[in-house]
């Protein structure tokens, strides 16, 4: 479901600067993603939609720019 995924603006936004790990683009702000730590303090993000279609890695390389399955999370 869902047809009009596309973003209008991709990669805008202020640069986080975080220590925590690279900037995760869309996928800090898609509703598929969910944030997994590590005890080491890393921050991984999980593409939820990898579990039911294999176009999408389960840890997407960051920054996502441009995703077919971004929604955002409202
Ligand atoms: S659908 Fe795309 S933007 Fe959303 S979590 Fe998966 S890889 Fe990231």
């Known amino acids: 479901m869902g047809g009009a995924g596309a973003p209008d603006s991709a990669g805008g936004g202020a640069s986080a ?3 925590a790990g690279p900037a995760p683009g869309l ?5 598929h993603a969910r944030v997994v730590k ?3 303090g890393s921050r991984f ?5 990898s579990e039911t279609d294999d ?3 389960r840890y997407p390389r960051l920054p996502v720019l441009r995703c077919p399955g971004f929604q955002e999370a409202s």
Request: positive net charge; aromatic residues 10%; proline residues 0%.
């Open 55 to 57: 176009r999408f890695s």
């Open 27 to 31: 996928c800090g702000r898609c509703r």
């Open 38 to 40: 590590t005890r080491r």
């Open 45 to 49: 993000y999980l593409c939820r939609l």
């Open 17 to 19: 600067g975080s220590a």
